[in-house]
C-alpha cells in the first residue's frame, strides 16, 4: 500500500479555480501530481498541496513548452490542456 502523507478531501470544494502562487488544497495537490506523473516535473513525490516557486517554475515551463501564455496561472485553458495531453485523459 503507497504511502499516502495528505490523501485528497472529499469534503472540499472542487469548483475549478484559478490556481497561482499562493493558492492551496486538492486542486494544487492535483495538479503537483500530473506535472510529475504526466509531464516529469520532478517533484520529489511532495504533493503539498502548496502553490510555491517550484510549481509555478513548472507551470511556466508547462505553459511555455504547449504554446500557452506564460503567466504561470492555471486556469481554463492550462487544466484543459493538462488534461487532454495526459497519456489517459479523462471522459
Do not use: C, H
Amino acid at each position: 500500500m503507497p504511502n499516502i502523507i495528505n490523501p485528497i478531501s472529499e469534503e472540499e470544494d472542487m469548483k475549478l479555480e484559478i490556481l497561482r502562487l499562493g493558492s492551496k488544497g486538492n486542486q494544487v495537490k492535483w495538479l503537483q501530481e500530473i506535472l510529475e506523473i504526466e509531464y516529469g516535473f520532478e517533484n520529489e513525490g511532495k504533493f503539498d498541496g502548496i502553490y510555491g516557486a517550484l510549481t509555478e517554475n513548472q507551470v511556466k515551463a508547462y505553459q511555455s513548452a504547449n504554446k500557452l501564455t506564460v503567466d504561470g496561472l492555471v486556469g481554463k485553458q492550462t487544466i484543459t490542456d493538462l488534461i487532454n495531453r495526459a497519456s489517459e485523459p479523462m471522459e
